[in-house]
């Protein structure tokens, strides 16, 4: 999500609270919803495009870095956010847009290994000098949203801006569904980097 007019780039890390956020800042930002899949009731599910360039929902820094020109790159305040990886492998793993799942201890870790990418993923430039998490201005936390949120807004001027609680479902907690040690250990090494950088534990 790019805004113009209140210099901000906002980077969407598939299951970190952001169709809350990109609701939130939408009358802010140069996009707009866009409804192209079954699933998209463009409240809680929805896409974002550019008028301007090709960009997704859950376009990555470097998407944004290539299209826009270097001055106009640099000048923006790149924000993102961030979850507990156990938490947001369960998040993902019944995530609407993939039908109705049926819980499968061996699925999950088959999922966690081969589609969940670590938030480094959306962050990294192609030039791989710098660590991830340093490309970006503003990191967001999903564990305090809302107080994270309220001062990102106070930062870009936008005033008191409501944050919607979207895309929200309702099951156990995250623990509950890792009953295998192995899984466990398997979302630590995977997503390491993020886990000590934000002080994540299981």
Known sequence: MLSSSFNFIFIHVPKTGGN???KALLPY???RIALIGPHHDGI???EIRSPEFQIHKHATLEDYRRQLDQERYARLIKVTCV???WDRCVSYYFSPHRGAVVWSEQDFAHFISNTVHPHAHYLTLDDLK???FDNVDVILKYETLEMDFKALCGRLGLGDVALPR???SVRDAYRSYFVRDDVIELVAEKFAPEIDRFGYSF
């Open 44 to 46: 809680n599910r929805f």
């Open 83 to 85: 979850r507990n990886p």
């Open 20 to 22: 809350s956020i990109q």
């Open 130 to 132: 710098s660590d991830p």
């Open 166 to 168: 979207l895309n929200a």
């Open 29 to 31: 930002s140069d996009d």
